[in-house]
């Protein structure tokens, strides 16, 4: 009976050691999801708007205007450009992150995949461990970048993507991660990158829209089209970023209930046992005081 209480309670100190840690954990993640939230919160409408913009005049300009960056080719290669985080313990978001990527790859590239075409350039240690062991070709330079999240940083693999779709090394480029809505809410996409998408009417035609150019459009887009395609991968690292940090507190909360409930299942199994040990002594006494009078 002692073995079984020594036991006990050496779980109950196993489990509040634990739940220290996941307390803390979802501490720290608090503070750093503010500061995530209130980056991507700033950057969002300015992104979206700049990728507006692009896209409709990309949809305007006529036919005539060379736009390396927006030329339709037939998809033969593929990049994926996956962005999960550097570490665990943020529930399944990392997992819904690399599932979706696959999805996209199963649905809609699921030839070019059987040819060896398609390419991973992961952001994030998750993700690039997960693409290596399962033997994807993959772009190697640019997965640390959390460690020193920055544009500048995070530029780099923006021009690495762009340069290769110019060079025609890939005719596609995709980017799947998190949109942040709130700590207990991510939403998985998929999104376009290369060739820049068009905006489209209802009856599937480019739309025009009515732009002023000043100065010529070849310069305005020559300057413009690189600086917000680093925009918007920028704008998807810091989604995932905060995506990232809401998913590890709302794990690490749900993990601190969990401990919460399995402690007091615990302490109800450690009562029992006492009692009943404290039960057994009894009657061992009375047992013993009975069998010296007799």
Known sequence: ???????????????????????????VSAAKLRRAQDAIVQMRPYAQKLQEMLSNIVSSVSGDMEMPLAEERTAERILMIPVTSDRGLCGAYNTNVIKMTRAVIAEKYAAQDAKGNVTILPIG??????????????????????????????????????????NKEYDRVEIVYSQFKNAATQMFVSEPYLPIPRVQNEEGNNQNADF??????????TELMPKILNTQVYKAVLDANASEHGARMTAMDKASENANELLRSLKISYNRARQAAITTELTEIVSGAAALQG
């Open 1 to 27: 009976m002692s073995g079984q209480l020594k036991e006990v309670r050496n779980r109950i100190k196993s489990v509040t050691s634990t739940q220290q840690i996941t307390k803390a954990m979802k501490m």
């Open 212 to 221: 002023i150019f000043e100065p010529s459009k070849e310069t305005l887009l």
């Open 125 to 166: 240690k998750k993700g690039y461990e997960f693409f290596v062991r399962n033997n994807f070709k993959v772009v190697d330079n640019y997965w640390g970048l959390f460690s020193d999240l920055s544009f500048e940083n995070v530029r780099e693999a923006a021009v690495f993507a762009q340069q290769a779709f110019l």
